[in-house]
């Protein structure tokens, strides 16, 4: 994922997983994270500086959707059902 300052132009970058390919990604209401879903990670990231915050393995899915709560404290991906 690249992004860059509006203001400035410069350029910074947020690493997923080798090969990974990014389905989905959102942004907190707040504008202070942004999220991102791939094949098999769900990632956070701090907005402003693109420090990796927290992930977690997800299960691939033909759908991905991904969204923040209004309150920006929580963040949701929609996924196949766990074996149970």
Partial sequence: IHFCDVATGKGRKAETAAGE?????????????FAVVSAYNLIVWDAATGKELWRADTQPTLAPHLDFSPDSKFVYTAGPKANE
């Fill in 21 to 33: 390919d990014v389905e989905s990604l959102a942004f907190s209401g707040d504008g202070k994270r």
